[in-house]
């Protein structure tokens, strides 16, 4: 530890505890005893006392050990220590020899304790910052630099977080004496890097044009100066001569951006954005609208990209995202006003879920495509697969004229009915006429999911059938 001139964010004081009545009426002896002991912590940490805070948190961590704020509050209290170690005179040992106190044992029990408050609350603005911290204090210059940005796509303001990446950025250059850093002048001040497709705000102001509509999404005010900006992405256009003379000036840097900027937008093949609700068949069309701001950054993305998302919805038995999804293309995409999006999607073709993560606050899924089981010409299979759907065909032909003619007072009903013949495929394709078939009636999310799973055209069909002829009588004995 040589730097003499480190200087931490946001560990100047620490967090109390809010009451909760619910918690305090469930648990009330272990509850009083835990406030004590984080009262008693947080009173140390004001009086410099951080040994005996250490003592205490940990005593309350032993009682609740998931709990971010008193995370927080430790981690920052080694910080303290940490800190205070490392500016310590050499001269103060002479005096005071320090007993087996290390600073780099504290920063490390500093990065676990703010790495479990990520883990808990991994939008937590205040965990970014503590982390940095101990990373700086590890002389993990780099990566706290990476956690510093990440911080900053959450809160773009923080002047903790603006602090730190000047801190970083400067230390990274002095650490490394071959990278001689550029003017900031052309530089985004949300992602801190060269600002690739600039908008200038009515402020005045430059932004790449997705980090501008990125912030945009949580507040419609200028990422820097706070000014209420009324623009869209709709009626924005970038600044031509902004755009040129960092072209022609940072020619590399630009083609660094624009990949990076091109792998957001148009992904690998077996890879898909998530719009997680519910599960959509092949064939089938429905409208969506988009106001959650992760979705709306996806969306933005795709549009540029594509245009097509896997829809999924959350399987009931795991709780987590279903194993199958369907790709839908966005037919119609309305940007309104005011940041929300209205889609017309269709349902195109399935895949399977190999694997999902987290992208910017949306699921991107690594997948495989997905087909029904052929049987080979000839074969008795395929010859029983095609005596069904032409069954079927006859069957569904009839059955929607008889439900037309129920439905003659009913313009809603009628008008769905109209569209849904309009959409009828050929029987050339079974496996498309299949899922044609399924979607004539209503079916449950969990139904929907298994004839999205099942890869036999000719169960599909028949299970089609099934719920077409309840419906039938159901409709006779209206
Ligand atoms: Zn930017
Ligand atoms: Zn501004």
């Given at each position: 530890?040589?730097?003499?001139?480190i200087?931490?964010?946001g560990?100047?004081?620490v967090?109390?505890?809010?009451?909760?009545?619910?918690e305090?009426n469930?648990?009330?002896?272990?509850?009083?005893?835990?406030?004590?002991?984080?009262?008693?912590?947080?009173?140390?940490?004001?009086?410099?006392?951080?040994?005996?805070?250490?003592?205490?948190?940990?005593?309350a961590?032993?009682?609740?050990?998931?709990?971010?704020v008193?995370?927080?509050?430790?981690?920052?209290?080694?910080?303290?220590?940490?800190?205070?170690?490392?500016?310590?005179?050499?001269?103060?040992?002479?005096y005071?020899?320090?007993s087996?106190?290390?600073?780099?044992?504290?920063?490390?029990?500093a990065?676990?304790?703010?790495?479990k408050?990520?883990n808990?609350?991994?939008?937590?603005?205040?965990?970014h910052?503590?982390k940095?911290?101990?990373?700086?204090?590890?002389?993990r210059?780099?990566?706290a630099?990476?956690?510093?940005?990440?911080?900053?796509?959450?809160?773009?303001?923080?002047?903790?977080?603006r602090?730190?990446?000047?801190?970083?950025?400067?230390?990274m250059?002095?650490?490394?004496?071959?990278i001689?850093?550029?003017?900031?002048?052309?530089?985004?001040?949300?992602?801190?890097?060269?600002?690739?497709?600039?908008?200038?705000?009515?402020?005045?102001?430059?932004?790449?044009?997705?980090?501008l509509?990125?912030?945009?999404?949580?507040?419609?005010?200028?990422p820097?100066?706070?000014?209420?900006?009324?623009i869209?992405?709709r009626?924005?256009?970038?600044?031509?001569?902004l755009?040129n003379?960092?072209?022609?000036?940072?020619?590399?840097?630009?083609?660094?951006?624009?990949?990076e900027?091109?792998?957001?937008t148009?992904?690998?093949?077996?890879?898909?954005?998530?719009f997680?609700m519910?599960?959509?068949?092949?064939?089938?069309?429905?409208?969506l609208?988009?106001?959650?701001?992760?979705?709306r950054?996806?969306?933005?993305?795709?549009?540029e990209?594509n245009?097509?998302?896997?829809?999924?919805?959350?399987?009931?038995?795991?709780?987590?995202?279903?194993d199958?999804?369907?790709?839908?293309?966005i037919?119609?995409?309305e940007?309104?006003?005011?940041?929300?999006?209205?889609?017309?999607?269709?349902?195109?073709?399935?895949?399977?879920?190999?694997?999902?993560?987290?992208?910017?606050g949306?699921?991107?899924?690594?997948?495989?495509?997905?087909?029904?089981?052929?049987?080979?010409?000839?074969t008795?299979e395929r010859?029983?697969?095609?005596d069904t759907?032409?069954?079927?065909?006859?069957?569904?032909?009839s059955?929607m004229?008889?439900a037309?003619?129920?439905?003659?007072?009913?313009?809603?009903?009628?008008?769905?009915?109209?569209?849904?013949?309009?959409?009828m495929?050929t029987?050339?394709?079974?496996?498309?006429?299949?899922f044609?078939?399924?979607?004539?009636t209503?079916?449950?999310?969990?139904?929907?999911?298994?004839?999205?799973?099942?890869?036999?055209?000719?169960?599909?069909?028949?299970?089609?059938?099934?719920?077409?002829?309840?419906?039938?009588?159901?409709?006779t004995?209206?």
């Amino acid at each position: 530890m040589s730097n003499q001139s480190i200087v931490l964010e946001g560990i100047d004081d620490v967090d109390d505890l809010i009451s909760n009545e619910e918690e305090e009426n469930n648990n009330s002896i272990s509850h009083t005893h835990l406030h004590q002991l984080v009262n008693k912590a947080n009173k140390a940490f004001r009086q410099n006392r951080f040994e005996e805070a250490i003592n205490c948190y940990s005593g309350a961590i032993n009682i609740k050990p998931h709990h971010p704020v008193i995370l927080g509050n430790r981690c920052a209290a080694y910080l303290r220590i940490c800190q205070f170690l490392v500016h310590r005179p050499a001269s103060d040992s002479e005096y005071r020899p320090l007993s087996g106190l290390d600073p780099t044992v504290h920063a490390g029990l500093a990065l676990k304790d703010a790495d479990k408050m990520m883990n808990l609350q991994s939008d937590s603005v205040k965990a970014h910052i503590l982390k940095a911290d101990a990373l700086i204090l590890l002389q993990r210059f780099e990566l706290a630099h990476d956690i510093v940005l990440s911080g900053l796509q959450i809160d773009p303001s923080s002047v903790h977080l603006r602090n730190l990446v000047r801190m970083t950025c400067t230390t990274m250059g002095r650490n490394n004496h071959e990278i001689t850093l550029r003017t900031d002048d052309f530089d985004c001040t949300v992602c801190l890097k060269l600002i690739y497709e600039p908008i200038t705000t009515p402020c005045g102001h430059s932004f790449c044009r997705s980090c501008l509509f990125q912030a945009m999404d949580r507040c419609n005010r200028c990422p820097l100066c706070r000014t209420i900006l009324f623009i869209s992405p709709r009626t924005c256009s970038i600044s031509v001569t902004l755009n040129n003379i960092i072209q022609k000036n940072f020619p590399e840097e630009y083609a660094e951006r624009k990949l990076e900027h091109e792998n957001l937008t148009i992904m690998g093949a077996d890879l898909l954005p998530l719009f997680v609700m519910d599960v959509v068949l092949p064939c089938q069309k429905l409208q969506l609208n988009i106001f959650e701001p992760r979705y709306r950054l996806m969306v933005r993305r795709i549009m540029e990209g594509n245009r097509r998302m896997g829809m999924v919805t959350i399987d009931s038995t795991s709780g987590s995202v279903a194993d199958h999804a369907c790709e839908v293309e966005i037919t119609d995409c309305e940007a309104l006003p005011d940041g929300r999006f209205f889609l017309e999607v269709e349902g195109r073709r399935r895949c399977h879920i190999i694997d999902h993560w987290d992208q910017d606050g949306y699921r991107v899924a690594e997948i495989e495509w997905i087909q029904d089981i052929c049987p080979a010409e000839g074969t008795e299979e395929r010859l029983d697969l095609e005596d069904t759907v032409q069954k079927a065909e006859a069957f569904a032909k009839s059955w929607m004229r008889t439900a037309q003619e129920a439905a003659q007072g009913d313009q809603v009903r009628l008008a769905q009915l109209l569209k849904a013949e309009e959409l009828m495929p050929t029987t050339n394709d079974p496996e498309h006429f299949s899922f044609w078939l399924a979607t004539l009636t209503n079916r449950r999310p969990s139904q929907r999911l298994d004839l999205l799973r099942m890869r036999d055209t000719n169960e599909r069909v028949k299970r089609g059938l099934i719920y077409l002829k309840a419906a039938e009588q159901f409709c006779t004995t209206q």
